[in-house]
């Protein structure tokens, strides 16, 4: 069902918007729309402009927020004041202010440390005082690493013919790591060489003691001191937020309440009478919020409220809101899925209910397998709060059903009797065409009968926007339902064998409907009383007509026959079930091997569950709503929940 909406406007002085956002709006669901555009007609309008104060601090506490392991905003609600929530986020700012600033210096030391240890770790089996190195008067020294093909080229071919020391210090898969000697009046020269052959060259700061391994030990050192006084402020900053955790979370709804109420000021308008500014809001509330509402603000003074019941009177489309049973809630994610419904059309999310979990349940008729689903998708909805698993809980209660009227359980079919029949053997003695699955007979009636049903539906929703050719000469009209009731009682009185009453219904009811079908729009012309009745093109209307007129009549042989399916997986279970137990030596007799017969039944039961999940949602899709829905509707999208921000 679709809620009844209405259309409010809210007046009052401009300072006292905050005040009736927080006081009223805020407990209520209303969809704001903009002020300017709904208001075209009202003169003197301009936009409410101001800059958000709360916007700074929200940010701070959303930051503050991160710093959290969990989340604070899940912390019991505190009763702060605006005011309080800012020094609240303000005081703890600047607390870790501080704090991360000395972190950040540490972490930034931290980094230069370890890049220096990753730099001498190379030449640990020097074993040289780095600091007399470094001091070197006239000869040069340089660290670094070369690629082991030119390495081995180098001392091939280039090592005995230069002025140069090399110590080869460490080697890995790619590398090669080295410090060369270099006499200080060659050192461009013998650079520039190194330099070709790839030499990749570290530079060691001078702070260094000792040798290599002293120096990577005393870096070591600094470093571990460094995480560790990283991790006494982290323990700092922990022990400080944990402390004002409750305040904290408090001080974050309490800014983001007023936050997003100070931003109800980008849909509003501001109007001016005589030396006094007034505010202007406007949107959609349901019916019942409306109502109580307006009971609500008639005692004060400073607010006050406009209700527009005539719709047309109004820019915007209503919005739509779903209102329906608990059962079938959650098969309104198929219908977002096509698309919502307008607000004037019919809302098919109870029909698609009941029409889903009918259709799987006679295409997968299993007790046990039926159970299965019925508990699984139960117990995954209370976990999870899946919409899936709860429409597969409803599934699995028609399964369930099915499995009793063909006399299956978990594929056996001599544990019970069938209520009904079993959809395997079940034959039917049809004229011209002889046996026939009694299921397939059953699954087209059943088509037929809800094509009908979904032509009904269409002749409501056209009379309802009012659209004349739609509700009575459409395909799917009042002209339709003539034509389609017409052959299916046809085709019931020849298979029950009474031929010449069919004859009599078929020549009565046969050409009229068509006709009509057939001169939909001028007779649409007619009925709305327009000056031109035919198209000027005579010819090509004509033409065009016989042929709409011929792939309707393929429609509906078509549409009618795609409900076969739904028989054919009936069958289709059972044979499969039937393969399962074969395979498990059930067939034979004896005892049967019980690990194939679970696993089969898993199997069946997910792969086979899946595809006629898939199958009916396309009838549902293709054979139902595009019949009479259109799901052009808009989603009803609340400023804020009820009950939101009462803290």
């Not at 979990?357 to 699984?376: R, T």
């Not at 050719?469 to 009731?485: L, M, Q, R």
């Amino acid at each position: 069902m679709i809620e009844k909406m209405k259309f409010l406007s809210i007046t009052g002085p401009k300072d006292d918007i905050d005040r009736v956002v927080e006081q009223y709006l805020s407990k209520y669901e209303i969809q704001l729309e903009n002020a300017l555009s709904e208001l075209k007609t009202v003169g003197s309008l301009r936009p409410f402009l101001e800059t958000n104060p709360y916007k700074g601090e929200l940010q701070t506490a959303e930051q503050l927020i991160g710093s959290f392991q969990g989340s604070p905003a899940d912390e019991p609600a505190k009763k702060v004041s605006l005011s309080q929530a800012v020094s609240i986020v303000r005081e703890l700012d600047s607390q870790l202010k501080d704090l991360n600033e000395k972190k950040e210096e540490l972490e930034r030391q931290a980094n230069v440390l370890s890049v220096s240890m990753n730099n001498v770790i190379p030449f640990a089996n020097l074993n040289y005082d780095l600091k007399d190195l470094l001091h070197f008067k006239y000869v040069k020294f340089r660290f670094g690493r070369m690629p082991h093909d030119y390495y081995q080229k180098f001392m091939t071919y280039v090592y005995n013919t230069i002025d140069t020391v090399v110590h080869t210090c460490q080697e890995d898969a790619d590398y090669v790591w080295i410090v060369y000697f270099v006499p200080e009046a060659l050192c461009d020269k013998i650079d520039a060489i190194y330099a070709s052959l790839h030499f990749e060259r570290f530079f060691l700061p001078d702070e260094y003691e000792g040798t290599p391994v002293e120096a990577t030990h005393e870096l070591e050192k600094r470093l571990a001191d460094a995480c560790g006084q990283i991790r006494d402020i982290d323990s700092q900053i922990a022990a400080v937020l944990d402390s004002r955790k409750t305040d904290l979370a408090a001080a974050y709804q309490k800014l983001k309440t007023y936050s997003t109420n100070f931003d109800v000021r980008k849909l509003a308008a501001c109007t001016k009478h005589d030396e006094h500014t007034f505010y202007i809001l406007c949107g959609w509330m349901s019916k019942t919020d409306a109502d109580a509402f307006q009971k609500e603000i008639e005692q004060d003074g400073n607010a006050f409220c406009f209700v527009e019941n005539n719709h047309d009177n109004i820019f915007s489309k209503p919005p739509t809101k779903l209102k329906n049973p608990r059962l079938f809630k959650p098969f309104e994610m198929f219908i977002r899925m096509y698309g919502l419904p307008s607000y004037d059309e019919f809302d098919p999310t109870m029909i698609l209910g009941l029409t889903y979990s009918f259709l799987f349940g006679f295409m997968f008729g299993d007790v046990g397998q039926g159970l299965c689903l019925l508990i699984g998708g139960f117990l995954l909805y209370r976990a999870k709060k899946m919409n899936l698993a709860a429409i597969i809980s409803c599934c699995g209660v028609f399964s369930t059903i099915f499995g009793f009227l063909f006399g299956s359980v978990f594929g056996f079919e001599n544990i019970i009797e069938p209520v009904w029949l079993h959809p395997k053997s079940a034959m039917t003695k049809l004229p011209f065409i002889g046996n026939l699955n009694t299921v397939f007979v059953v699954a087209v009636a059943m088509g037929m009968f809800i094509v009908l049903m979904t032509m009904i539906l269409n002749v409501i929703n056209s009379l309802r926007t009012h659209d004349v050719e739609k509700a009575w000469f459409d395909t799917n009209g009042a002209a339709g339902i003539v034509f389609y009731s017409a052959l299916t009682v046809t085709v019931f009185l020849y298979m029950s064998g009474r031929a010449l009453p069919a004859t009599i219904v078929l020549a009565v009811m046969f050409l009229l409907p068509l006709l009509a079908i057939f001169f939909k729009e001028p007779l649409t012309a007619l009925v709305e009383k327009k000056a031109r009745i035919m198209p000027e093109k005579k010819g090509m209307f004509f033409v065009q007509g016989f042929f709409e007129l011929f792939e309707v009549l393929l429609s509906y042989f078509s549409n009618t026959l795609s409900f076969v399916r739904v028989g054919a997986f009936a069958v289709s279970h059972a044979a499969m079930m039937e393969v399962v137990l074969m395979l498990a030596g059930a067939e034979a007799g004896g005892n049967p091997n019980w690990l194939v017969i679970i696993l089969g039944n898993l199997f069946v039961c997910g792969m086979e569950g899946l595809i006629v999940g898939i199958q009916v949602l396309r009838l549902e899709y293709y054979e139902l709503f595009s019949r009479f829905y259109k799901g052009t509707g808009r989603e009803f999208k609340p400023y804020g929940q009820k009950d939101q921000n009462k803290a």
